[in-house]
């Protein structure tokens, strides 16, 4: 089997990985009906998280589980499923209390762009559609495994509640699904900060109100502006670089709240600062997996279309084109698919 190998900087290949197998009773194979890019997966792209030789990518996916280890009670051959970046058991402490991506057995997914995949702890980790899905919702199903599942986590952790203002930092798919969240939730206001117009065009439709352009300190003043001199309620960092976060920061009020998921790289926080902002602060890796049921059945239901994000569709074997999109930002979000496969759907129903 082939899947996305990267090499280094800017140098990814589709090449021979070998075929996955069950390796723990509780494992599945899933063969994989979409699989994506993820922003995240840039940062070791463009040079900036040094990798230790040739490191097989992929975090995000959806598809039909194809096989499951001896131990594998809830999870069907078969069946559609979703899981998400961090395996996880969903019954250890930091489960139940809806950290999954704390989980005390947690393991990182880490070879989804390929045709099939090991999901560890597949009882834990994979959630099935009550059936297989039609091919029109797979990129929404996609997105839920991550970006919809981060963006949604960012809005609880800012604590986004029905009228509320909300400000979003960052205009990838994650800050544009913070979007949609936000709105999900009832926000009153929701101010996208952006400059590229097509991301600007997509924030509007799914639900801001208000666009601000600017940057570091001169957003923050816009934001206090655009609520006279008060600041935002909620505010979600989808970006993590110094800027962004104390961006972030400075558009929340005080007793307001910042729900950060961007991955922090080189943020270093002023405790001065922080003491006189009077802000929550609240992130990390997102806990995909508490959020998938509600999440699926939003998608199943047609309340929410997240597979919006994804504007570039290109075979899976095309996925160095999907890396090289997405750094030059001529893409939001690139979706790969596998070849050679009928979708789930087709299979059944021939038979
Ligand atoms: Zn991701
Ligand atoms: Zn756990």
């Not at 070879?111 to 045709?115: F, K, L, S, V």
């Not at 929410?304 to 994804?310: L, Q, T």
């Given at each position: 089997m082939k899947g996305a190998v990267l090499y280094g900087p800017r140098d990814v290949r589709f090449e021979d990985r070998g075929t996955p197998k069950i390796v723990e009773p509780t494992d599945a194979i899933v063969r994989t009906s979409a699989t994506c890019v993820c922003g995240s997966d840039l940062w070791p792209y463009r040079g900036l998280n040094p990798i230790n030789g040739p490191t097989p990518m992929g975090h995000e996916y959806c598809g039909i589980v194809e096989e499951v280890g001896s131990a594998v009670k809830t999870i069907k051959p078969g069946q559609f499923v979703i899981g998400s970046f961090f395996a996880s058991d969903n019954t250890c402490p930091h489960c139940r209390a809806g950290y999954q991506s704390s989980c005390q057995h947690r393991e990182f997914v880490s070879?989804?762009?390929?045709?099939l995949l090991r999901v560890p702890l597949a009882d834990g980790t994979l959630v099935a559609t009550p059936e297989v899905p039609s091919a029109d919702l797979i990129p929404s199903f996609l997105a839920v495994s991550d970006v919809m599942g981060t963006g949604w986590f960012a809005a609880v952790a800012a604590n986004v509640k029905p009228g509320a203002t909300v400000a979003v930092v960052g205009d990838g798919a994650v800050g544009l699904l913070g979007v949609l969240s936000a709105k999900q939730m009832g926000a009153g206001r929701i101010i996208a900060m952006s400059r590229h117009a097509p991301r600007q065009k997509l924030a509007r439709e799914f639900g801001a109100t208000d666009i601000v352009t600017e940057r570091g300190n001169e957003a923050v003043a816009h934001i206090k502006e655009l609520t006279k001199g008060i600041g935002a309620d909620s505010v979600l960092e989808c970006v993590g670089t110094q800027e962004s976060m104390m961006q972030a920061i400075g558009s929340t009020r005080p007793g307001g709240a910042v729900g950060y998921v961007g991955v922090p790289h080189g943020v270093d926080l002023d405790g001065e600062k922080l003491f006189y902002a009077h802000v929550h602060l609240h992130g990390g890796p997102a806990p995909v997996r508490r959020f998938l049921p509600e999440l699926i059945d939003l998608v199943w239901k047609g309340k929410?279309?997240?597979?919006?994000?994804?504007d570039l569709t290109l075979p899976l074997d095309q996925v160095a084109e999907g890396y090289r999109a997405m750094d030059e930002r001529r893409a939001i979000k690139a979706l790969l698919k596998p070849q050679n496969q009928g979708h789930g759907r087709q299979k059944i129903n021939a038979t």
């Open positions: 070879t989804a762009q390929a045709p929410i279309n997240p597979g919006k994000v994804f």
